[in-house]
């Protein structure tokens, strides 16, 4: 197992923290996080994989360890966030990686396999959605801000930002809460009590629509280059459902899909199994 190096890149000023692990000539693999967490997230996968892959695991702009700068500076957007990494894989030197995708993760490295399809040598989705039968209905509350974008129907979504609510997307669907490290939860609370970083996490809530609106630019994508492609899904996910694991083999008819009766952050009970799906697909 190698060490886990602790890093920051200027992607063109924009500082990216990040966290490294592995061979440089190994395979390349990056791990793209959700909301409302960070690089962290990865913290028990990355040493179960760093024997097989050189890995980059980034903090998203406006989430963990990265900046985020005020809304006036910087327009907290998919697209933003996406062309943000995009120039920091070029910036590390990651040239041809395979892409760990999850919830917000999805939408970013989707957006940057399109754009560079060359590039990608594999894609692995841990309830990272791309087609409208995985969204439950617990999105809801955020459609109605894209179809009407009021205030009130913003100050709505404050809810989903408070302590609590980070804290049910941890354990909402484990059989076994005790599994779950408080640790991350506290970490991420941690990093949404900052100056500013409810707004931003409000604007992307927004901006959500566009990832929906992209399905089918995705969707095409898939069925274009057919990328190897496995999902790692927890089947007990409120927002991210499982038929939506499933539709990849619409376009991807060599997808594997496997189910893990578990959560939404999935890794936090099942880190080990996923690892070895992983080693198994990529062999």
């Known amino acids: 197992m190698s060490h886990i190096h602790y890093r920051t890149a200027s992607a063109d000023g924009f500082n990216i923290f990040y966290r490294e692990a592995g061979t440089p000539g190994k395979p390349k693999l990056l791990l793209l996080h959700g909301f409302p967490s960070s690089g962290h997230m ?102 109605a801000y894209w179809e009407n974008r009021t205030v009130a129907n913003r100050d709505a979504l404050r809810a989903f930002l408070a302590p609590e609510s980070t804290r049910w997307q941890y354990v909402h669907g484990v059989p076994d809460e005790s599994l779950v490290s408080p640790d991350g939860i506290a970490l991420d609370n941690y990093y949404l009590a900052r100056e500013g970083a409810h707004e931003v996490q409000l604007d992307l809530f927004l901006d959500y629509q566009s990832n929906v609106a992209l399905y089918p630019t995705f969707q095409a994508y898939f069925r274009q280059h057919q990328p190897r492609f496995l999902a790692v899904w927890g089947n007990q996910d409120p927002f991210f459902l499982p038929p939506g694991a499933e539709a990849f083999k619409r376009d991807i008819p060599q997808a594997q899909v496997n189910f893990f009766e578990t959560g939404h952050f999935a890794l936090e009970t099942h880190a080990r199994e996923i690892a070895d799906a992983i080693r198994r697909f990529f062999a």
């Open 42 to 143: 990865f913290r028990d996968l990355i040493p179960l994989l760093s024997d097989d892959f050189h890995i980059v695991a980034p903090d998203l702009p406006g989430f963990g360890r990265s900046d985020m700068p005020p809304r006036e500076q910087f327009k907290y957007t998919f697209d933003h966030l996406a062309d943000v990494i995009d120039r920091f894989t070029e910036v590390i030197g990651f040239d041809r990686y395979a892409v760990y995708v999850f919830d917000y993760g999805a939408p970013t490295g989707f957006r940057l396999a399109v754009k560079h399809p060359e590039r990608i040598t594999g894609i692995i989705s841990q309830n990272g959605n791309a087609y409208v039968e995985g969204l439950s209905e617990g999105w809801n509350p955020i459609r």
